[in-house]
């Protein structure tokens, strides 16, 4: 099974922050080197465009996406969520849900590198 369909079947076809239906993409969370299960999320364009930082952050968006992405039991999509919720932090819900998330030590040098 190709990783495309992995991750489609692991996401139940929705994007892995928002939740969002259709046209979705691989995105593989840096700075990790080859594209995995571990890795790689599926994202709808908007998150992608704003994970990607080439839209400008729409807070409305991620204010009901983040605080329930960032519980996934799926690192990757936890990792970006944090560095969502980082970038947003200035939001009283983003630095309340940051407040909540809790990372070993391996997982948190990923989400900051």
């Not at 993409?25 to 571990?38: I, L, W």
């Not at 690192?75 to 309340?96: F, G, H, I, K, T």
Request: charged share 35%; net charge negative.
């Amino acid at each position: 099974m190709k990783l495309e369909e992995k991750l489609l079947e692991r996401s139940d076809d929705k994007c892995e922050l928002c939740s969002a239906m259709g046209d979705l993409q691989v995105y593989k969370v840096p700075p990790k080197e080859y594209a995995n299960e571990e890795n790689c999320i599926m994202l709808c364009e908007k998150c992608q465009a704003q994970v990607e930082k080439k839209a400008d952050l729409d807070k409305d968006h991620w204010r009901t996406a983040l605080p329930v992405s960032m519980w996934s039991e799926v690192p990757a999509v936890q990792v970006v969520a944090w560095r969502m919720l980082n970038r947003l932090r200035d939001e009283s819900w983003a630095a309340d849900s940051l407040d909540l998330l809790y990372f070993d030590e391996e997982q948190l040098e990923w989400a900051r590198s």
